[in-house]
């Protein structure tokens, strides 16, 4: 694995990631690997969870974060992407990109000499899905349980259809007509799934899709750079709300998932929340874990 720009990236590693992850989840605290190393961070969207998550893993691993906002850069002032790769990949030993355009982070890759991890873009969210997937295991010890995702077929679910379709987990996309995952992703999961005996489906019946479900997983219904679509998309998202209704229709101890940040009372609610069934929080703990993991795989050479 040379980057970690899509799930897919990591087909071959997979088990070793999500292994690795709960090894340093044990012990975060035990060698540092990756002293006097350094990690460029660009950020050209906000962030909470993942600006944190990467500078505390690169820090336990003994290396060095650099945050660094695309505003504050020559990109801001029209420096071509390929010039900063190249510079960049000349003084850092990895370079993580949390950008709007997924093509950029593409492009930024082809011209690095260093790893480079897509930390989200408007098409994939490969380190939120691995992490889901190890939260997952940690919580019902098997891959061979039934997600069911409702809301925007958004970044997140796009990473979901292929990360659930590489370790073999069902997956149920629930969403209204129009709000579909990426076309192209949802056929290589599919792909993936006949190898690996995932049941891959959309649907737009949310007590069909939520029936017997091990997860519920939902996300944001108004993504960042959607705000002029927010009254339409609260209006169409309406009738899929995660709440305590809701859940009756799956497995008694389903398990509730929220990647964050959450908008309480629209696509969740703040009694699934802080219910027992939620698993949110450890959701969250864990991107620190799986990234330290990411990390420890492309950067420890």
């Given at each position: 694995?040379?980057?970690?720009?899509?799930?897919?990236?990591?087909k071959?590693?997979?088990?070793?990631?999500?292994e690795?992850?709960?090894?340093?989840?044990?012990?975060?605290?035990?060698?540092?690997?990756?002293?006097?190393?350094?990690?460029?961070?660009?950020?050209?969207?906000?962030?909470?969870?993942?600006?944190?998550?990467?500078?505390?893993?690169?820090?336990?691993?003994?290396?060095?974060?650099?945050?660094?906002?695309?505003?504050?850069?020559?990109?801001?002032?029209?420096?071509?992407?390929?010039?900063?790769?190249?510079v960049?990949?000349?003084?850092?030993?990895?370079?993580?990109?949390?950008?709007?355009?997924?093509?950029?982070?593409?492009?930024?890759?082809?011209?690095?000499?260093?790893p480079?991890?897509?930390?989200?873009?408007?098409?994939?969210?490969?380190?939120?899905?691995?992490?889901?997937?190890?939260?997952i295991?940690?919580?019902?010890?098997?891959?061979?349980?039934?997600?069911a995702?409702?809301?925007?077929?958004?970044?997140v679910?796009?990473?979901?259809?292929l990360?659930?379709?590489?370790?073999?987990m069902?997956?149920?996309?629930i969403?209204?007509?129009?709000?579909?995952?990426?076309?192209?992703?949802f056929?290589?999961?599919?792909?993936?799934?006949?190898?690996?005996?995932?049941?891959?489906?959309?649907?737009?019946?949310?007590?069909?899709?939520?029936k017997?479900?091990?997860?519920?997983?939902t996300?944001?219904?108004?993504?960042?750079?959607?705000?002029a679509?927010?009254?339409?998309?609260?209006?169409?998202?309406?009738?899929?709300?995660?709440?305590?209704?809701?859940?009756?229709?799956?497995?008694?101890?389903?398990?509730?998932?929220?990647?964050?940040?959450?908008?309480?009372?629209?696509?969740?609610?703040?009694?699934?929340?802080?219910?027992?069934q939620?698993?949110?929080w450890?959701?969250?703990?864990?991107?620190?874990?799986?990234?330290?993991?990411?990390l420890?795989?492309l950067?420890?050479?």
């Amino acid at each position: 694995m040379k980057h970690l720009l899509s799930v897919t990236d990591a087909k071959k590693d997979i088990f070793e990631i999500l292994e690795l992850a709960g090894n340093f989840k044990e012990d975060p605290y035990g060698k540092k690997p990756l002293k006097n190393k350094t990690l460029a961070m660009i950020f050209e969207k906000a962030s909470t969870r993942t600006r944190i998550s990467f500078e505390v893993a690169m820090l336990h691993l003994g290396g060095n974060p650099l945050y660094l906002s695309a505003s504050d850069m020559q990109l801001g002032r029209g420096e071509i992407i390929e010039d900063t790769a190249n510079v960049l990949s000349r003084y850092v030993d990895g370079v993580m990109i949390r950008a709007i355009k997924h093509e950029d982070v593409l492009l930024f890759a082809q011209n690095s000499n260093v790893p480079v991890i897509n930390g989200l873009t408007d098409k994939e969210h490969p380190c939120q899905s691995l992490t889901d997937i190890f939260t997952i295991f940690e919580h019902k010890n098997s891959y061979q349980v039934k997600m069911a995702y409702l809301g925007d077929g958004n970044n997140v679910c796009n990473s979901l259809l292929l990360t659930c379709a590489l370790v073999g987990m069902d997956l149920t996309v629930i969403c209204p007509a129009g709000y579909e995952p990426d076309q192209e992703i949802f056929e290589k999961a599919l792909m993936y799934a006949e190898e690996t005996g995932s049941n891959i489906e959309i649907t737009s019946n949310v007590p069909d899709g939520v029936k017997d479900a091990d997860v519920i997983y939902t996300d944001v219904w108004v993504s960042m750079g959607d705000e002029a679509e927010k009254l339409q998309r609260l209006i169409d998202l309406n009738d899929y709300q995660v709440n305590m209704e809701l859940l009756k229709h799956a497995k008694p101890d389903a398990i509730v998932m929220h990647c964050l940040p959450a908008i309480r009372g629209q696509e969740i609610t703040d009694e699934v929340m802080k219910s027992s069934q939620s698993v949110i929080w450890d959701q969250a703990e864990n991107r620190m874990h799986v990234e330290t993991a990411i990390l420890f795989k492309l950067l420890n050479k």
